[in-house]
């Protein structure tokens, strides 16, 4: 694609932006905030040198968080800019570096609209001496304005599926020229690195997943325990982790005929209530985690996690999982999390944004995949009357993550060189 077709298609999107912003605002009023910071115009202070780290939304922030600490216990003379596409990301952001932020080592805002004028009003702002994209984010624009201004920026942690690698094929010239512009292309996997290298990009490093390195919190078990208390510590507990529109439903089927307590856990907040019209109109006996005080009488059958920023706790309370955007040919969700918690997990038959660590996963048996969506009530079944064979596998999931541990420490040695340019 010649990029005068993709700045022609973004200045449509930049102007097409507020009617998405208002209908996205219905369901999540956080949308209608900060509007002017999508176009390039920011009132955050910079008084260091800043460096520059782009998490789209709650995956990629989560992820983030090792590099991050690092980068401000080796930096200390530095400010760290954290740039978001939503509202849970930028949320999820101000929890995770809450301190930092008061301290003013910390900013957060939203990346605009890859237009060149609100890049070079971003860029002009902020005056980042290195940028750092995560996972498979190419803002063309951006790149180019900060190649033009001798801004470093590197790819890291980066993920490309079969099918995201072909979108990115049809752009043609534009996905190869602003591969060759960065300056440091670090991939998760060898897979990952060999279609960046057919793409364009000249030289790309592997230096593993970066999500492997995220620390569950000190306090999980504790408050998983808290939580058994609650649900009931002889139940047997599936988390349906990370659901995605339709997902529900297929998880509900499966459990049918099963003594197995459900916490549903809806990946994006604005479905919450969604969700509870599904279990009032299937007539399910159901509990919201935010009313959950007291122990759950026995007929309760669903808990459903409409609350924010508790995952390691429904891991910790939970004997396995099914993930969530894996039942629906979505790509599925990252089950490191699940497996660093000792969370044996099922997986769909769509996994292709997470091919590699899935597949890992089952040889390392941390994990099993379903051929079929059909199969998933056998599954939980099996588990569920099989308690030996789901400690195991849970053992198996803790060493899943020891093993692969040490991206941070890579992706800082990497991008040490392009500091001190």
């Known amino acids: 694609m010649p990029k005068i077709v993709y700045t022609v298609l973004i200045y449509m999107v930049a102007l097409l932006l ?3 912003l208002l209908w996205r605002g219905l369901k999540q009023p956080e949308y209608r905030q900060h509007v002017r910071e999508r176009y390039g115009y920011y009132m955050q202070t910079v008084n260091a040198p800043l460096i520059w780290v782009h998490c789209v939304s709650v995956g990629e922030t989560r992820a983030t968080q090792p590099l991050i600490h690092a980068l401000l216990a080796q930096y200390p003379q530095h400010q760290v800019l954290i740039t978001h596409g939503t509202p849970t990301g930028r949320d999820t ?4 570096f809450s301190q930092h932020i008061t301290q003013g080592r910390v ?14 009003r971003f860029l002009a702002h902020f005056k980042p001496v ?8 190419l803002w063309f624009h951006v790149i180019d304005q900060a190649t033009r201004q001798h801004i470093p ?3 890291l942690s980066a993920r490309l599926s079969a099918k995201s690698a072909a979108g990115y094929a049809r752009l043609g010239s534009l996905t190869r020229q602003g591969l060759q512009q960065l300056a440091l292309v670090a991939a998760q996997t060898v897979a990952d690195a060999e279609r960046l290298r057919a793409l364009g990009a000249p030289h790309p490093i592997i230096c593993g997943n970066l999500k492997f390195d995220v620390t569950p919190p000190t306090d999980s078990a504790d408050k998983g325990a808290a939580l058994c208390q609650l649900i009931g510590q002889d139940r047997t507990v599936l988390m349906a982790a990370s659901t995605r529109e339709g997902e529900e439903s297929l998880i509900l089927d499966a459990v049918q005929g099963t003594d197995v307590l459900t916490l549903l856990v809806p990946r994006h907040p604005q479905r919450f209530a969604e969700v509870e019209s599904l ?4 007539g399910l006996r159901y509990v919201l985690r935010t009313e959950l005080v007291q122990p759950l009488n026995a007929d309760v059958q669903v808990v459903l996690g409409n609350s924010m920023g508790e995952m390691y706790t429904y891991y910790a309370a939970s004997d396995f999982a099914v993930m969530g955007g894996s039942l629906q040919p979505l790509g599925g969700q990252n089950l490191i999390e699940a497996a660093a918690m000792g969370v044996p ?9 997470f091919t590699q660590v899935a597949q890992a996963a089952v040889l390392a048996d941390a994990a099993v995949q379903l051929k079929e969506v059909s199969e998933l009530h056998g599954m939980i079944a099996a588990l569920a009357a099989d308690k030996v064979k789901v400690r195991m596998m849970a053992e198996a999931a803790k060493g899943f993550t020891l093993q692969h541990r040490g991206t941070t420490e890579r992706l800082m040695m990497a991008i040490a060189p392009l500091l001190k340019k």
């Not at 290195?130 to 984010?137: A, I, N, P, Q, S």
Request: glycine share 8%.
């Open 18 to 20: 507020p009617i998405k």
């Open 93 to 96: 952001g101000r929890q995770l």
């Open 107 to 120: 900013l957060q805002a939203y990346l605009p609209v890859d237009t060149p004028g609100a890049s070079k």
């Open 130 to 137: 290195l940028g750092l994209l995560m996972e498979t984010e």
């Open 153 to 155: 920026v590197a790819l």
């Open 279 to 282: 279990l009032k109109s299937r």
């Open 345 to 353: 997990t099922i997986l769909g038959p769509h996994m292709f944004n």
